[in-house]
């Protein structure tokens, strides 16, 4: 095999393989560039942060993918050859290109990370999401928060039409189109104010007596009436249907009738007895508070930050 056909057998030919096969990287251009300039390799070594033995394997790497010689290394310096000159040139612009790219990603992720849009159902909006957006706000100072409160059926089509970046639902189940992560456990509590008959009672109510008495309820849609309506196999018609868990807990406090509210929701009204809470037998009334997000729309930037605030709060245990 002649000298000519021997060097041709070891190139790659213009057009087979991949780019990313046939250029070399920007690290390798970057440390070409620095000797050209210095005219050292070890002192290009030493301005990347390599060593000069691993600039030195970069540069002859470099040589063997371009098929060309690049620099002449001798003991008063590195200098270019003639072709080194030319792909230097090149590499200027390549170089100059990227960090132009980089310049734009990084305009970009400010966007993202200058605002955060989140849908939460109620009684994560009004009891939950509250303490998490301060912390975030803590590490995060600019970056301006919109929240949507509104019932899980509500969060998810909010998500789903891009209205926001990460929702909070209280549902069974998550929508289709959605991805999920549970943050914290809730339990749903049985109360009526104290005038009630039921806040004397002296055994707990059967299951089946809590499915048929009229409640005070939230509307269709909510994840507390969901979970209750799983958990009793139906319930009766409503006493009265309202919108919010404040409004569901302010007609039992006033003696419209019995609720079924979180233990989140009724914390201060059961330790000043505006409520009594109300045993039941033969029901599970747990359920899991969860993250939400578009399906291959992983959250990031500040919607991951606050994702991760969620698990380490006491009540996400």
């Known amino acids: 095999m002649s000298g000519a056909e021997g ?3 070891g ?8 780019l990313a096969h046939r250029v070399p990287d920007l690290g390798a251009l970057e440390l070409l560039l620095a000797v050209a300039r210095l005219g050292s390799l070890g002192a290009a070594a030493r301005e990347v942060g390599v060593t000069q033995p691993a600039a030195s394997s970069r540069i002859r790497s470099m040589e063997r993918q371009l098929g060309v010689a690049l620099v002449d290394r001798s003991p008063r310096g590195s200098r270019l050859t003639d072709a080194g000159v030319l792909v230097t040139d090149w590499a200027r612009r390549v170089v100059e290109a990227a960090e132009a790219f980089d310049v734009g990603a990084q305009a970009l992720r400010d966007r993202r990370d200058s605002r955060l849009r989140v849908a939460a159902s109620m009684t994560i909006a009004e009891y939950l999401l509250p303490g998490w957006l301060l912390a975030l706000r803590a590490g995060r100072p600019d970056t301006a928060v919109s929240l949507l409160a509104g019932n899980s059926a509500a969060v998810a089509q909010r998500l789903l039409s891009d209205e926001a970046d990460l929702g909070f639902v209280e549902g069974l189940t998550v929508p289709a189109g959605l991805d999920s992560v549970v943050v914290a456990h809730d339990h749903l509590v049985v109360v009526t104010a104290p005038g009630h008959p039921w806040a004397r009672r002296r055994r707990p109510l059967r299951a089946a007596e809590l499915a048929a008495t009229p409640l005070v309820l939230r509307e269709k849609g909510s994840g507390t009436r969901q979970v209750l309506d799983a958990a009793l196999g139906g319930l009766a018609r409503p006493l009265i249907e309202l919108s919010s868990t404040t409004a569901v807990k302010a007609s039992a406090v006033g003696g419209a009738g019995p609720a079924v509210l979180s233990e989140l929701a009724v914390g201060e009204e059961l330790a000043t007895r505006r409520l009594v809470s109300v045993p039941v037998d033969g029901v599970l009334l747990r359920r899991d508070l ?21 698990r380490k709060s006491p009540k996400g245990r």
Do not use: C, M, N, Y
């Open 11 to 18: 190139r790659t030919s213009p057009g087979v393989g991949s």
């Open 290 to 310: 969860r993250a939400v997000w578009r399906t291959g729309h992983r959250p990031a930037g500040p919607a991951r930050e606050l994702l991760g605030l969620t």
């Open 7 to 9: 060097q041709g057998s």
